[in-house]
């Protein structure tokens, strides 16, 4: 099987190779990826708000840091204003739970106020401050 096409011996002859891509993710997304959508949100915003500034900055980090895909999969226009494109998606792992986000939710919560949900942002949160830890650790020289 190539993608969604079943192949059998007879119908070998009928695919043109040239046109089948091989998409690899960084960073490479768990196998199978079970996860939550976050952010896909069509032509209307159905939870707006105020979003705190440490989940914002969270948000940024992870939109520009965990970015899934090269570009390869085109581009999306936002359903809601019909102004602004973007392509992909990032993915974020904290306490246990994945999200998997279009990266356009940027857009969405900067120009359309979208508030993701509160267990979404505490776990971002979560995320960030566990990135911040890490970097803030001392490197200590091997014996």
């Known amino acids: 099987m190539i993608g969604n ?3 059998t011996p007879d119908d070998m002859e009928l695919i043109d190779y040239r046109h089948i891509v091989s998409l690899s993710f960084q960073p490479a997304p768990p196998s199978p990826l079970r996860a939550h959508a976050i952010g896909w949100l069509g ?3 159905q939870s707006k708000g105020e979003m705190d500034q440490a989940s914002m900055f969270a948000l940024r980090q992870a ?3 965990q970015r899934t895909d090269g570009g390869d999969l085109g581009y999306h226009t936002c359903g809601i204003c019909q102004h602004y ?3 992909g998606e ?3 792992e904290a306490n246990g739970r994945t999200y998997v986000l279009p990266r356009m939710v940027l857009h969405y919560v900067e120009a359309h106020s979208y508030l993701p ?3 979404f942002l505490s ?3 979560a995320w960030s401050e566990q990135r911040r830890s890490k970097a803030a ?3 200590v020289p091997a014996d």
Do not use: A, G
């Open 63 to 65: 939109h520009e840091k």
């Open 137 to 139: 650790e001392p490197i």
């Open 90 to 92: 990032f993915i974020v």
């Open 85 to 87: 494109q973007d392509r």
């Open 117 to 119: 949900p509160e267990v």
């Open 43 to 45: 032509s209307k915003v």
């Open 5 to 7: 096409i079943h192949t």
């Open 123 to 125: 776990d971002l949160r």
